[in-house]
């Protein structure tokens, strides 16, 4: 299997440095997710393996958010969905929650979780053959999306494959490239809109 993407991340109340990559092969259409603890932060040897998770889809991207109350894995796949992992601190474990599903046929290319100060729900961007922004809660082990705050994008700027995912420190705004080879810019008021667009020359189109 090949190393697909990696993030550092951990789980607060442990205090430890852990880090989550995935791997998959096409050919198998095998993936799995490996999250090792290492025993030394310090000096960054002696890790450990603590979870394993395989998974008859191959795995294309991963993001880790942490917070002080709780840690999730976000795993996207070439099958179109994204995958949700939680540590249960009462079992010292990781425990799949729930799958997220794009809309259309398409591989997921980056996946990406929106900082989260102060608010009581999760937002997720999904970069696949267009953007999606999903906001969920997790009640009882499971990820109820708030179809009070289903994230509309808007359509004119949303026709082109998007391929990685970056957000604003507030979680407010959020940058995307896509196939058109253009960095664009969108906030969020009724609908998440595109402010501004660039080129990879730095000249606005």
């Avoid at 608010?119 to 999904?126: E, G, M, N, V, W």
């Avoid at 998007?162 to 008021?189: A, F």
Wanted: proline content about 2%; overall charge neutral; glycine content about 6%.
């Amino acid at each position: 299997s090949s190393g697909i993407n990696a993030e550092y991340g951990g789980v607060v109340k442990t205090r430890n440095l852990e880090l989550a990559y995935c791997t998959g092969q096409l050919d198998s259409g095998q993936g799995q997710l490996k999250i090792l603890r290492c025993k030394d932060s310090h000096l960054l040897k002696d890790w450990e393996r603590e979870k394993e998770v395989s998974w008859k889809e191959t795995f294309t991207c991963l993001d880790w958010y942490v917070s002080p109350d709780e840690s999730l894995i976000a795993i996207g796949t070439v099958d179109n969905s994204v995958r949700l992992y939680e540590y249960d601190s009462s079992k010292q474990d990781w425990s799949f929650l729930d799958t997220i599903a794009h809309p259309q046929n398409s591989k997921v290319y980056d996946v990406s979780f929106a900082p989260n100060p102060g608010r009581s729900f999760h937002t997720l961007a999904i970069a696949a053959s267009y953007l999606q922004i999903k906001s969920f809660k997790i009640e009882g082990g499971r990820v109820v999306v708030m179809r009070e705050q289903e994230n509309r994008v808007c359509e004119e700027e949303n026709r082109v494959q998007v391929w990685r995912l970056s957000w604003s420190c507030l979680g407010t705004s959020l940058c995307t490239t896509g196939d058109d080879g253009l960095l664009r810019m969108w906030k969020n008021s009724t609908k998440w809109e595109c402010t501004r667009k660039v080129k990879w020359n730095g000249v606005e189109p």
